[in-house]
C-alpha cells in the first residue's frame, strides 16, 4: 500500500504511545472507534485545570497505518494547546499533513473524535466544578 | 425475446429483493433463489440478444450484471443484511456514521490489548508453546464470540421478518438492533483475522 511519508514516519516511530491513569480527575479519556473497519483508538489527555493547557497526551490505537498516523500525530498537536485550540482541529487539517488518500479520510475523522471525545469527558469530570455561567456558554 | 424485453424496458431502478420478485425479509430459500437466478440468466444471455438492437443488448447486459450483483449479495447472510439496512436508509456508506456503543469497544479495546501481549511475548522470544496455547485459547473465544453474534444476527433477522407487517416503530428498533450485531461483527471478525495471522507465524 502507497502511504505517505509522513504516515510511515508516525507508524514507524508513533509519538506518545501509551496510557494515563484514567482515574485521574484531570485527564480525559476518548475511546472511539469504527466499525465497519474494526478500528479502535484511545487517546487520552491531562489537562490544567486552571490553564486549560493540554500538558500531556497519550494514544493507543488498533488499526491501519492511518488510523495510527492520526492519532499519533493528533497527541502531538493537542499537546501544549488549550481546549479550545484543540477543539478546533479538523480532521481535513490531518488529512493535509499526513497526505491521506480519500479511502483512508475516516481515519482522520476518528482521530478528531478521540480529540472531541476526550477534551468531553475531562469536561465531564470537572462538570460539577464549571460556573454555571461557563457551561451556559457551551 | 418479448419476455426479456418488457424487463429491460421499465427505467425503474429495482433494488435485489425486488429483482427477484421477493418480499424484503431476510430468509430465503436458498434453493429457490438459485433457480430465480439461472433462469433470469439465461433469459438475458447474450445469445437471445443477436438480432436485438443495440440499445437492447445494452440493456441486457446491464440487467444481467444487477443480476449477479443481486445474487451474490442475497445469497451471503451477512451482505443480504447490510444490504437491506442500506436500501431501508439505517445504513448509508458514507453518510451516516456508524456509532459503536462505548461497552463494546471498551471489550474489543480489551481483547486487542491481550492479543498485543501475545504478539510482544512472542517478539521477545518467551516460550513458544506455551504462547501457542494461550493464542489458541484467544481464538477458540473469538470463535465463540463470533458464532453467538451470528446466532444473534440470525434471530433479529428472525423478527425482522415478523415485524414485515407491524407498524414501523417496530421495524425500526429491530433495524437498529441490526445494525448494531453488524457493527460488532465486523470487531469480533477482525480479532478473528488477526488471531489466526499471529497463529501462523508462531
Keep these: 500500500m502507497a502511504y505517505s511519508e509522513k504516515v510511515v514516519d508516525h507508524y514507524n516511530n508513533p509519538r506518545n504511545v501509551g496510557?494515563?491513569?484514567?482515574?485521574?480527575?484531570?485527564?480525559?479519556?476518548?475511546?472511539?472507534?469504527?466499525?465497519?473497519?474494526?478500528?479502535?483508538?484511545?487517546?487520552?489527555?491531562k489537562i490544567n485545570p486552571e490553564t486549560q493547557v493540554i500538558e500531556e497526551a497519550k494514544f493507543k490505537t488498533f488499526g491501519c497505518g492511518s488510523a495510527i498516523a492520526s492519532s499519533s500525530l493528533a497527541t502531538e498537536w493537542v499537546k501544549g494547546k488549550t481546549v479550545e485550540e484543540a477543539l478546533s482541529i479538523k480532521n481535513t487539517d490531518i488529512v493535509r499533513e499526513l497526505s491521506l488518500p480519500p479511502v483512508k479520510i475516516h481515519c482522520s475523522v476518528l482521530a478528531e473524535d478521540a480529540i472531541k471525545a476526550a477534551i468531553g469527558d475531562w469536561k465531564k469530570k470537572h462538570g460539577a466544578e464549571v460556573p454555571a455561567t461557563e457551561k451556559a456558554s457551551h | 425475446?418479448?419476455?426479456?424485453?418488457?424487463?429491460?424496458?421499465?427505467?425503474?431502478?429495482?433494488?435485489?429483493?425486488?429483482?427477484?420478485?421477493?418480499?424484503?425479509?431476510?430468509?430465503?430459500?436458498?434453493?429457490?433463489?438459485?433457480?430465480?437466478?439461472?433462469?433470469?440468466?439465461?433469459?438475458?444471455?447474450?445469445?437471445?440478444?443477436?438480432?436485438?438492437?443495440?440499445?437492447?443488448?445494452?440493456?441486457?447486459?446491464?440487467?444481467?450484471?444487477?443480476?449477479?450483483?443481486?445474487?451474490?449479495?442475497?445469497?451471503?447472510?451477512?451482505?443480504?443484511?447490510?444490504?437491506?439496512?442500506?436500501?431501508?436508509?439505517?445504513?448509508?456508506?458514507?453518510?451516516?456514521?456508524?456509532q459503536a456503543p462505548p461497552e463494546l469497544l471498551e471489550e474489543v479495546f480489551e481483547l486487542n490489548e491481550s492479543l498485543e501481549e501475545l504478539r510482544e511475548a512472542r517478539a521477545s522470544g518467551q516460550d513458544l508453546t506455551g504462547l501457542q496455547a494461550r493464542l489458541e485459547t484467544a481464538e477458540k473465544s473469538f470463535q465463540e464470540k463470533l458464532g453467538e453474534v451470528d446466532a444473534e444476527l440470525q434471530s433479529a433477522a428472525r423478527e425482522w421478518d415478523a415485524t414485515l407487517t407491524v407498524d414501523s416503530a417496530a421495524r425500526k428498533k429491530v433495524m437498529a438492533r441490526l445494525n448494531e450485531l453488524l457493527n460488532r461483527r465486523s470487531y469480533i471478525r477482525n480479532l478473528v483475522t488477526n488471531v489466526a495471522k499471529e497463529l501462523g507465524e508462531v
Excluded at chain 2, 5 to 26: C, H, M, Q, W
Aim: proline fraction near 5%; charged fraction near 30%.
Design chain 1, 19 to 45: 496510557s494515563l491513569p484514567k482515574e485521574d480527575p484531570n485527564v480525559g479519556t476518548g475511546l472511539v472507534g469504527a466499525p465497519e473497519c474494526g478500528d479502535v483508538m484511545k487517546l487520552q489527555m
Design chain 2, 1 to 98: 425475446m418479448s419476455t426479456a424485453t418488457t424487463s429491460t424496458n421499465s427505467e425503474k431502478v429495482l433494488d435485489y429483493f425486488a429483482i427477484f420478485g421477493v418480499p424484503r425479509k431476510l430468509w430465503i430459500e436458498m434453493s429457490e433463489l438459485e433457480q430465480k437466478f439461472l433462469q433470469m440468466s439465461w433469459k438475458l444471455h447474450p445469445d437471445n440478444f443477436v438480432n436485438a438492437t443495440e440499445q437492447e443488448r445494452e440493456l441486457s447486459l446491464k440487467r444481467s450484471s444487477e443480476l449477479n450483483d443481486a445474487y451474490r449479495t442475497l445469497r451471503d447472510p451477512i451482505a443480504r443484511v447490510e444490504y437491506l439496512l442500506g436500501i431501508e436508509g439505517e445504513r448509508k456508506e458514507g453518510e451516516k456514521k456508524q
